[in-house]
């Protein structure tokens, strides 16, 4: 068993596991009209497998920390993987959108384990020192699932059929219980901490309200009233969280780890920054689609140039943040990360593809850098018994930004359309809201400004 906390098999295990949960959650979207096709339903019902999915993680991604400290890290991961197994089998077998509904749901729950829970392993087995070397291994999925997704979706439609989009998880996740098992060390859980049922209800109430909400609104999957309607109502339960939390000795999610300096600069930059990127994919597919007329398989190779500079920047993280420091590295890259935003911007027809995979290919450089590196900020001066708490508050704020992210992009377009009078989106509206998503990364470098010169350094002394 690898035990040294410096290797990379350990890591690559739950990168791995990570990237099937993400390629499943972004692949389905391609196969979503042949799926109503097989059901009888009309497509705007299918919707449901995605809304459904966004809801079981935001239930579920609360309870992971406590989860895995009550019942250690290694057995919650391995039974996540084997539900996200199962489940997808149960996607696959489907016969009606009802079955199909349900199994998504299930698929959900195990996914919304898998994030954190994993974060909670790495950190409790990474030394100190090689933590951002660890940690960059969770950002590589994080940014290539949702560009690789789609395209490998329509692959599997066309020439297969779209129940193979969920059996291809058959033998990944096998091979990932085997691994784990073998590799990854089996911490145990402590039994002392009981379950805060009234925060789990209110979290879940909150996140639930809000990542269903902002994905209702920015897909037009309710009536905006009903939309809103759920967005108030995730606001109260979060508020009403918030003044449990205070007086709650054990509360489910931790918001004291926010006097954290390091975990609370990162917590807020770094929400400030998915806002501003999240919703990117979403955009290029518009833009690639919609206005540039290309079919998602063509979209979707062209998008990988991103994930392509994700790689190459994961051999350079290290050296970077070892030679500026996380405060220039973060301050200075989150403008860069919102000057290449903007790029995109200017992206027309007329452009040549190599100019757009160049400029994405810097863009996926340039995010991996920034994600790597906050993943390994935000964890630097957590104490180790509270790394699941941290994780699982990580995990939720992130979950709940992505959403916010596509669902303020989505509004947005909708009102440049409406104000411009277009009927179908075009090239400037979909730049526009680019745009606005490049100056809140830009406006993030505020944040990390905060930082002290010598924040973190503990987690980089290791080199590659």
């Not at 199994?103 to 933590?131: D, H, K």
């Not at 050296?319 to 995109?344: D, E, K, P, Q, Y």
Request: glycine residues 10%; aromatic residues 8%; charged residues 10%.
């Amino acid at each position: 068993m690898l035990t040294s906390g410096s290797g990379k098999t350990v890591p690559m295990i739950i990168g791995c596991a990570l990237f099937m949960e993400l390629i499943d959650a972004t692949a389905v979207l391609t196969a979503l009209p042949q799926m109503a096709l097989d059901f009888g339903e009309p497509s705007v019902r299918m919707n449901l497998v995605v809304s459904l999915y966004l809801l079981a993680v935001a239930l579920f991604v609360p309870v992971s920390g406590w989860a895995a400290d009550r019942y250690g890290p290694r057995r919650v991961f391995v039974s996540a993987i084997v539900l996200f197994t199962l489940a997808s089998v149960a996607c696959a077998a489907s016969t009606s959108l009802l079955q199909l509904s349900l199994a998504r749901m299930a698929q959900g729950a195990a996914g919304a384990m898998m994030v954190p829970v994993g974060q909670v392993i790495l950190l409790r087995w990474s030394v100190r020192e090689n933590l951002l070397r660890a940690m960059s291994y969770l950002t590589i999925p994080a940014l290539i699932g949702p560009v690789l997704g789609p395209p490998l979706g329509g692959l599997l439609v066309t020439l297969l059929s779209w129940h193979w989009i969920f059996l291809i998880n058959v033998p990944i996740g096998i091979l990932g219980v085997v691994l784990v098992l073998r590799y990854v060390p089996d911490y145990p859980g402590a039994r002392g901490r009981p379950l805060d049922v009234i925060g789990l209800l209110l979290s879940g109430m909150a996140l639930g309200g809000l990542v269903f909400g902002f994905e209702a609104f920015g897909h037009g999957l309710l009536e905006r009233r009903w939309a809103l309607l759920l967005m108030i109502v995730g606001v109260l339960s979060a508020w009403l969280y918030v003044i449990h939390a205070k007086r709650c000795a054990q509360p489910l999610i931790d918001l004291s780890l926010l006097r954290i300096p390091t975990f609370g600069i990162s917590f807020w930059g770094g929400n400030l920054l998915r806002i501003g990127s999240a919703s990117q994919p979403f955009l290029l597919v518009l833009l690639f689609q919609l206005c540039f007329g290309l079919n998602p398989l063509q979209a979707g190779l062209l998008s990988f140039a991103g994930g392509a500079g994700a790689f190459l920047m994961k051999l350079l993280a290290v050296r970077i943040v070892s030679r500026f420091g996380f405060r220039r590295t973060l301050t200075g890259n989150a403008l860069l990360t919102g000057l290449t935003i903007i790029a995109c911007a200017t992206f027309d027809i007329a452009t040549p593809y190599w100019v757009i995979a160049l400029v994405l290919f810097g863009s996926g450089i340039i995010r991996s850098l920034q994600f790597s590196t906050l993943g390994a900020l935000t964890y630097a001066d957590v104490p180790a018994e509270l790394s699941s708490r941290a994780s699982s508050l990580s995990a939720m704020t992130i979950q709940l930004t992505m959403s916010l992210s596509v669902g303020l992009a989505a509004a947005m377009l909708s009102l440049i359309m409406s104000v411009r009078g277009h009927t179908a989106v075009g090239e400037t509206d979909v730049a526009g809201v680019m745009i606005v998503g490049g100056l809140v990364c830009a406006v993030s470098a505020v944040v990390f400004r905060r930082l002290t010169l010598a924040a973190g350094s503990a987690v980089y002394v290791g080199r590659d």
